[in-house]
């Protein structure tokens, strides 16, 4: 069967340290992943897409890296905050697809001063 | 400019009754879709619109769903007989005609049936 899972439900870091989220996919052929951040009450918010073609992309602190032969991305935030605590969801498309993005369940991420 | 907006922010409805959720897409975006959030769920894509396709309604969970999108703009999801399984936050989004399908999304409606 296809799934999309985010291995950790919720983490705990302390401030200034990485957080390290993980996505993986069985039985899709994806043309790209893309992370998004959810506040509670709020959709979610575009932060990154990479490509199948692309192994890593960067913005600011965050960074996401695709290994398509692991069928996983990562997704890092480093020197993180309190105020990057939020639920973090991976989406994926199809190759072949529209547009029609398939979503894992998100990870809660939980920063400590 | 102005982003995705969503009404009703929240809807309590008895079950068995109809309603209706109108999503506004960001201006100038020809692609439209709505999911569906559980508590404790992923998004479930639920309907697909592109410009002046037919749209992808693949992800509708049953014939009491349906959407249209009138002028290539606004969005309407309407649940017939509504149930106590649809309580969830219904969430709309658009995207541009750029090939990243970067998507944004609308604050959702919660949607509580009793």
């Known amino acids: 069967s296809q799934k999309i899972e985010q291995n950790s439900e919720a983490l705990n870091i302390q401030e200034g340290k990485t957080a390290t989220l993980t996505c993986n996919y069985t039985?899709?052929?994806?043309?790209?992943l893309q992370w998004y951040r959810q506040d509670p009450g709020r959709g979610p918010v575009f932060l990154l897409l990479?490509?199948?073609?692309?192994k890593e992309k960067r913005k600011e602190r965050l960074k996401v890296t695709f290994d398509t032969t692991l069928k996983q991305s990562l997704f890092h935030i480093t020197a993180s905050q309190p105020a990057d605590s939020a639920t973090y969801l991976c989406a994926l498309l199809r190759r072949g697809s529209q547009g029609n993005l398939i979503f894992g369940k998100g990870t809660k991420l939980s920063v400590k001063p | 400019g102005a982003g995705v907006s969503q009404s009703p922010s929240n809807k309590v409805t008895e079950k068995g009754k109809d309603v209706e959720l109108r999503c506004d897409p960001i201006s100038g975006h020809t692609a439209l879709y709505w999911y569906r959030q559980s508590l404790g769920q992923g998004l479930e894509f639920l309907i697909y619109f592109q410009g002046n396709s037919a749209p992808d309604k693949s992800g509708l969970p049953s014939d009491r769903f349906s959407a249209e999108r009138t002028g290539g703009s606004v969005s309407t999801l309407t649940i017939q007989r509504t149930q106590q399984e649809d309580s969830a936050v219904y969430l709309c989004?658009?995207?541009?005609?750029?090939?990243?399908?970067?998507?944004?999304f609308g604050p959702g409606t919660r949607l509580t049936v009793t």
């Open positions: 990479i490509r199948e073609n692309e």
């Open positions: 989004a658009s995207s541009g005609t750029g090939k990243s399908y970067e998507q944004y």
């Open positions: 039985n899709y052929s994806p043309a790209y």
